[in-house]
């Protein structure tokens, strides 16, 4: 058993821990309703918008973003975090991207990554060949910042550099719970049932300057949508795994109290019988 100067260190230094993971688990819920709040306000326009762009995309004569073509090379965009401490947050994102590589679709391609994240960066770095590391974004992110990386992309594509790109992130469902996704960006995936198109619009000035204007926002969107998504799943799982390392860490410190009051209890137990056998023995 160790002696009571050690156990007293460790309650400190567990004690320490507690209030760090204690004071993180609260930033990040500070930070997890801003980061919630907007998601959710910007999650029904956007799913809007990309729904009438599948539709109105497999009607355009202007097929650059949504014609199927040979997939020779495939460029993955993987969001993860620039932090860790997130619980499984980035590992899932890394075997998400493992199970994309081995996917019968993309078995004979060439396979490049865009990565948005710092944790994320590292891991493939070391085996598979990045294009460009996005990290910065999430210091400043906004829009236009997002807006120039789709603009990159839409660039790769349309100068067939790229036959499909992917996108892989976490999708917020609530602070406990995070979805990982995989989307295709481009092609446009065209919907094979064209109902909305059954319906009577009426386009001004036309349908394809329409389509042709709409395309690269709803892109745009959609990126947008992904990096926010992956932005409160972060703080959500952040929150969650601050919280169980500070259930944790109070449950050990009172194992170690119950412990220190047992080996202190225990010492004062021998300091009297050390007393009362050196009393008998100078009587006898």
């Known amino acids: 058993m160790a002696n009571l100067k050690e156990i007293r260190i460790r309650i400190g230094s567990v004690s ?48 650059s973003f949504s014609l199927k073509r040979k997939i020779n090379k495939v460029l993955i965009v993987a969001i993860s975090s620039n932090r860790g401490l997130c619980g499984a947050f980035n590992a899932n994102i890394f075997k998400e991207v493992n199970n994309l590589k081995s996917k019968l679709e993309f078995k004979n391609s060439e396979i490049h ?42 660039t790769y594509y349309l100068s067939h550099e790229y036959d499909h790109i992917e ?3 976490n999708s917020f469902k609530n602070a406990a719970t995070q979805i990982i996704k995989s989307e295709q960006f481009l092609p446009i995936p065209v919907s094979e049932s064209n109902d909305s198109l059954k319906m009577d619009y009426i386009f001004e000035p036309s349908q394809e300057s329409i389509v042709n204007t709409l395309i690269p926002k709803s892109l745009k969107m959609q990126l947008f949508k992904a990096v926010r998504d992956s932005f409160a799943s972060e703080h959500g799982a952040r929150m ?9 860490a109070s449950e ?33």
Do not use: W
């Open 167 to 169: 996108l892989v992130y």
């Open 16 to 63: 320490s821990t507690m209030q760090i993971t204690s004071a993180m688990k609260m930033v990040s819920a500070a930070k997890l309703k801003k980061a919630q709040d907007a998601i959710t306000a910007m999650r029904p326009y956007s799913n809007k918008l990309s729904e009438l762009m599948n539709s109105f995309s497999g009607s355009s004569e202007d097929k």
């Open 113 to 154: 990554f865009l990565t948005i994240g710092k944790k994320i960066n590292d891991s493939l770095s070391k085996t598979e060949k990045i294009i460009k590391n996005e990290s910065e974004l999430f210091d400043n992110l906004n829009y236009q910042n997002v807006s120039s990386i789709c603009e990159n992309l839409m």
């Open 252 to 284: 050990l410190r009172d194992e170690l109290k119950l412990t220190y009051n047992k080996a202190r209890q225990a010492s004062i137990t021998n300091e009297i019988l050390e007393i009362v056998g050196g009393a008998e023995a100078l009587n006898n």
């Open 240 to 248: 969650t795994a601050m919280h169980k390392a500070t259930d944790n």
